[in-house]
């Protein structure tokens, strides 16, 4: 196979040719990276690479309208939040381009005898591997600081979500990055393998699911190369009856439905106090029952699933979950008169903590609710499953809203709120099944660069 189709979510048809590069490619692709890597004296100065990564922002900026249509045609997310992915690209851009000649070493003090002191030095050849729900945006968000602190990068998009990474690399050549710094191979799983396993690669960031997680972590461990995983989760909301719930269920919604669904933050669990379940189960049930539906170009609250595996995944989930006992509140089905892969908000009670659905990430809109008695019942309910990467505490007590941050397993906890706008300056990663390493903020800087220590004795 050299080439393969990509489709349109919306409507099932194929929209464009993809290369499927070969191994020999990517060999290439990366001894290119390292020639580059090696070669440019220039590149290596901080201010030079923040001008380029500024240039890039602004040419993101002048192409936006293209690169937010190609997203919601090879996604299927609504076009209002393709356009925020694509300013949040340019953020990422800006961010870095900004911190970079700003982050520093230090000098260690070891008496008049010796003078100390760090330097952060880039890895080498950055191999990133990410999935199809950001493909743009998550792919600035790896590549934007391994570029600030001087790595060249070769990113492999989704077979399921490769378009707009090809046209940030052209952006990134546009913009005065120079050649091998940013580079794209496209393909399937054995692509990225290949990335993995090549010697010349130094570092690896993998954004995905678990399961390919522990595949491309065993492989990094053969070779004994740094890795940064950001895989999936099963975020919960954790509602108590102080809860400012006008305020809270717009924001639950929003978690939940952002993308379809099909987020690894994706707040997919609502863990509720006993005494105002059935408020809260009806507020959201309401609110989710009035999303609209439709192609992402329509700019619908909701658009299609990636694919339709994708959206027999989420059925099989919730068929189970029914005939494991739970009911469903509001969704469930596919909408009528609708040709792409798509599925409405669901709400699903009863299906308790045991449950694969209450577990397991469905990928597509769909909430398991559970109910709780008391702050430490809330906690065990919150840090119940293999994931943990964000949560969001709904509370007026601020004792309680301290206390309970402190004591749910994830990478993120917000309070009266889930998510902000970008998240760029915010250190983001999970922990146990959501992977390793901090992505996003100064975190990032650190994770794309390795610390030296230079003694010299006097
Ligand atoms: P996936 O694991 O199926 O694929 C991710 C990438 O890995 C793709 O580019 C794929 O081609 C590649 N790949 C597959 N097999 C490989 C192998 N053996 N070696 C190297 N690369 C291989 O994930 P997906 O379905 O594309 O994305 C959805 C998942 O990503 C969800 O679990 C979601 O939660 C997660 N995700 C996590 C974050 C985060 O920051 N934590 C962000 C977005 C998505």
């Not at 004296?41 to 500024?54: C, D, I, S």
């Not at 539906?293 to 027999?312: F, N, T, V």
């Not at 597509?364 to 559970?370: N, Y």
């Not at 809330?378 to 309970?404: C, E, F, K, M, Q």
């Amino acid at each position: 196979m050299s080439s393969f189709e990509t489709i349109d979510p919306a409507t099932g048809a194929a929209f464009a040719e993809v290369h499927e590069a070969s191994a020999a490619e990517v060999d290439a692709v990366v001894a290119t990276a390292a020639e580059a890597f090696a070669g440019n004296r220039e590149w290596r100065v901080p201010h030079v690479r923040a001008g380029a990564l500024t240039a890039v922002a602004r040419r993101v900026e002048e192409r936006a309208a293209e690169l937010a249509e190609l997203e919601t045609r090879d996604t299927g997310k609504p076009i209002s939040q393709a356009r925020a992915d694509v300013v949040a690209t340019a953020r990422y851009f800006d961010y870095y381009a900004g911190a970079v000649d700003k982050f520093e070493g230090t000098s260690i003090p070891l008496g008049p005898d010796f003078v100390d002191y760090t330097v952060r030095e880039p890895h080498g050849v950055c191999a990133q591997i990410i999935p199809w729900n950001y493909p743009l945006q998550v792919a600035a968000r790896c590549a934007a600081p391994a570029l600030a602190t001087g790595n060249a990068v070769v990113v492999k998009p989704s077979e399921l979500g490769s378009m707009t990474p090809r046209v940030l690399a052209e952006i990134a050549l546009e913009a005065g990055v120079p050649e091998g710094f940013l580079q794209v191979v496209t393909g399937h799983g054995p692509v990225g393998a290949a990335l993995v396993d090549n010697p010349g690669v130094a570092h690896v960031t993998f954004v995905g699911s678990a399961a390919t997680g522990r595949v491309v972590a065993h492989a990094c461990a053969e070779r004994l190369v740094p890795l940064e995983l950001e895989l999936g989760g099963k975020s919960p909301s954790v509602v108590f009856a102080d809860a400012d719930l006008e305020r809270a269920v717009p924001v639950i919604v929003k978690a939940l439905i952002q993308n379809a669904g099909q987020s690894c933050s994706a707040g997919t669990r609502v863990l509720v106090a006993a005494a105002i379940e059935d408020e809260l189960l009806e507020r959201l049930a309401t609110a989710l029952a009035s999303q609209s539906i439709g192609p992402g170009s329509e700019d619908a609250d909701l658009g299609p699933l990636i694919s339709a595996a994708q959206l027999e995944r989420a059925e099989g989930m919730l068929e189970r979950a029914l005939a494991g006992g739970a009911r469903t509140l509001v969704g469930g089905a596919r909408p009528a008169g609708q040709e792409g892969w798509y599925l409405e908000p669901t709400l699903v009670a009863g299906a308790g903590p045991e449950a694969e659905i209450f577990n397991e990430e469905v990928f597509g809109p769909v909430l398991v609710a559970e109910s709780f008695a008391g702050e430490a019942a809330a906690i065990r309910l919150a840090n119940a499953t293999p994931y943990g990467l964000v949560a969001s505490v709904w509370t007026a007590d601020v004792g309680r809203a301290h206390r309970v941050a402190g004591a749910i397993e994830a990478g993120q906890v917000y309070v009266n709120s889930y998510g902000v706008a970008g998240g760029v300056e915010l250190p983001f990663g999970g922990v146990r099944n959501s992977g390793y390493g901090r992505g996003k903020g100064l975190a990032a800087l650190h994770a794309y660069s390795r610390v030296k220590n230079v003694c010299v004795a006097l």
